[in-house]
C-alpha cells in the first residue's frame, strides 16, 4: 500500500538527494513498462548501495508519486518512470513535472506558510519544516534541496530561501491556474522551430544554457515563460 502523500516523511540522511534520484531511476530501470513490484534489498544490490539506505529513499519516494509501495517491496509509478526517463535527458520538463508532484506535498504546503513573510535563512526553513520529526538536522536539509529542485522554493546566493513570484493572472479575472507553466522544450521541441531555421531560443538561451542557470536563475526563466504563455492566452484572437 502506498503511503499518502500527507504522511509526515523526511527523506534519508543516509544519502544525497542526488543519489536518492538515482533511487528512483534504478527503480523504474527495474521495474520496467509493467511496474512490477522490486524487493528493496534486490534494489540495493543492483545500485551497489546498503540496503537501509536505499529502502529509507524509497519511503520517501513514495510520498512523494515517484514510487508507490511498502514493507520492502516497492515499484515505479507512471510519474516516476517519466521523470527517471527526463532527469537526464531534459532536466527542465523533469524539474517542472516534479513541482506538480509537490502540490499537495506537506512540506511544500509547510514552506510557504513559512516563508509567507519573506525570505530565511535555508537552516532555519529546514529545523521548521523537520521540527516534531526524528533524524539528523541534515535530513531537514536534503529536504530543502528537494523543494528547491521542485522549484517550490528559490535559492540565493546566500542560501536564503524565498517564495517563487506568483504567476501572473489570465485575463479572465479568475486568477492563476494551478498547473505547472508548460514545458519549454515542450513548446519548441528544444530544438529546431517549425521552419526547420535553426534552434529555438527560450527567453533568449538554449535549452543547455539554460540547465546551465543556477536554480535560482533557473526558476526566474520559468516563472517568466509562464507569465509570457499566460500573456498570450489571455489576449484576444483576432478575426479577418
Not at 44 to 68: C, I, N, P
Request: aromatic letters at 4%.
Amino acid at each position: 500500500m502506498s503511503a499518502p502523500k500527507t504522511a509526515r516523511m523526511l527523506p534519508t540522511d543516509r544519502m544525497q538527494v542526488t543519489g536518492q534520484i538515482r533511487v528512483a531511476q534504478a527503480l523504474a530501470e527495474l521495474s520496467g513498462g509493467d511496474a512490477r513490484e522490486i524487493k528493496g534489498a534486490d534494489l540495493a544490490r543492483h545500485m551497489g548501495r546498503y540496503a537501509d539506505s536505499v529502502t529509507e529513499s524509497l519511503s520517501y519516494l513514495v510520498g512523494t508519486g515517484l514510487a508507490e509501495g511498502g514493507r520492502g517491496r516497492y515499484r515505479t509509478t507512471s510519474a516516476g518512470r517519466e521523470f527517471a526517463a527526463l532527469w537526464n535527458a531534459d532536466s527542465a520538463r523533469a524539474r517542472l513535472l516534479l513541482r506538480g508532484l509537490y502540490q499537495d506535498h506537506w512540506a511544500a504546503q509547510e514552506a510557504v506558510r513559512i516563508l509567507a513573510d519573506g525570505p530565511l535563512p535555508q537552516e532555519e526553513v529546514a529545523t521548521r519544516l523537520q521540527q516534531g520529526l526524528p533524524g539528523k538536522p541534515r535530513r531537514g536539509i536534503y529536504l530543502v534541496e528537494w523543494l528547491v529542485i521542485a522549484l517550490v522554493v528559490r535559492r540565493d546566493k546566500r542560501l536564503h530561501l524565498s517564495l517563487p513570484e506568483p504567476e501572473a493572472p489570465a485575463g479572465d479575472g479568475h486568477g492563476a491556474d494551478d498547473e505547472a507553466p508548460a514545458s519549454p522544450s515542450g513548446a519548441t521541441g528544444g530544438r529546431a522551430d517549425a521552419t526547420g531555421t535553426g534552434p529555438v531560443l527560450i527567453m533568449g538561451l538554449s535549452m543547455d544554457q539554460l540547465r546551465a542557470l543556477p536554480n535560482e536563475q533557473y526558476a526566474e526563466i520559468l516563472h517568466g515563460l509562464a507569465h509570457s504563455i499566460k500573456a498570450l492566452n489571455a489576449t484576444p484572437a483576432t478575426t479577418a
